[in-house]
């Protein structure tokens, strides 16, 4: 369901994410030594670099993974609702403004129970 909040309410894949960055530490570990054992600095350094990028984004996953679903909803939960801030729209030609409404049709609303 599209509700045009989309960029707001992006959801990410973390144990994708997870999996693919392990992938990533294996093969920035593996450049670093095998360029350090072949004696190109220039190289091992390069892969050293990606090394210290790819554990810092492997340690931000783990952390948004153990903030658990509150901040990484799963499917079940329903989309947020969008702000109800809009900008002002321009009157109509010759006349009042008319009423404020969203350019877009609301989503529908369902609590959630909790835990």
């Known amino acids: 369901m599209r509700t045009g909040s989309e960029p707001a309410t992006a959801r990410s ?3 994708a994410r997870f999996w693919l960055s392990l992938w990533g ?3 920035a570990i593996c450049g670093t030594v095998v360029f350090a054992l ?3 600095p220039g190289w091992a350094m390069a892969f050293g670099v990606l090394l210290l990028v790819v554990v810092t984004d492997l340690i931000m996953i783990i952390r948004h993974i153990r903030q658990g679903p509150h901040y990484q909803p799963g499917p079940d939960v ?3 609702w969008p702000p109800d801030t809009h900008p002002p729209r321009r009157p109509p030609e010759g ?3 008319g009423p404020q409404q969203p350019p ?3 989503p529908p609303f369902r609590r959630r129970q909790p835990p």
């Open 95 to 97: 006349g009042q403004p």
């Open 104 to 106: 877009y049709p609301r």
């Open 25 to 27: 530490l294996a093969w």
């Open 38 to 40: 072949v004696g190109r």
């Open 78 to 80: 329903p989309p947020y």
């Open 13 to 15: 894949a973390l144990r």
